[in-house]
Structures are given as C-alpha cells and as structure tokens.
Nanobody, 120 residues
C-alpha cells in the first residue's frame, strides 16, 4: 500500500491550503483515513480523522478552521485548511487504516509527509 500526499507549501497567515492523500495498492476496505502533523521539536499529533461512514474528528486547535473529507471511489482524503496560523506549520502526514481482505486485521500505513509553512 502506498500513500501519496501532496499540497504542502508556503502560505501566509490567514490563508488557505488543501492537502490531498491518495491511497493505492492492496486495499479491500478503508476503516479510517486521517491527518497528523509534527512540528520541529514536537511529537506527532492528531489533526483530523474520517471514518468510512463519514464520521469526523478534529483536534481542538483546528476545529472550525480545517475540514476533512474523502472520496471513497478514489481512496483519497483531503484536508482543507483555512485561517492558517503560524502554529499550524508542520509536516503533515496522512494515515490509513484498512483491511486487505474482509476478514484480515486492520493495517496501519503512513504517508511520506508534506510540509506546510505558515509565514506571519
């Protein structure tokens, strides 16, 4: 399974950015897709997740500013980031939890990360 993340870059504070992450490979079903981030000197933290049924979860720090969505047909998850703040700057990683058969265990995969820089 491969995860290809894109959309990172430099954005001014208050601006917007949209991240995408496409999953490919041996995927029977996807349980959860999500985004995590890691700033220099900090631990990786949850940003947002979305289940196969569309239920979403957000870190308090991004609620009301970020929106997660997914295209099940494309096995792709998106993160629309609005009103970006300097503290949002980090490497953003997408995460995939999936099954390879109807009865397999749930596998966990990480993308390579995409850097978001926010200038003040």
């Amino acid at each position: 399974v491969q995860l290809q993340a894109s959309g990172g870059g430099l954005v001014q504070a208050g601006g917007s950015r949209r991240l995408s992450c496409a999953a490919s490979g041996s995927i029977f079903s996807i349980n959860v897709m999500g985004w995590y981030r890691q700033a220099p000197g900090s631990q990786r933290e949850l940003v947002s997740t979305i289940t196969s049924g569309g239920s979403t979860n957000y870190a308090d720090s991004v609620k009301g500013r970020f929106t997660i969505s997914r295209d099940n047909a494309k096995n792709t998850v998106y993160l629309q980031m609005n009103s970006l703040k300097p503290e949002d700057a980090a490497v953003y990683y997408c995460n995939l939890q999936h099954r390879v058969t109807p009865y397999s265990r749930v596998y966990d995969h990480w993308g390579q990360g995409t850097l978001v820089t926010v200038s003040s």
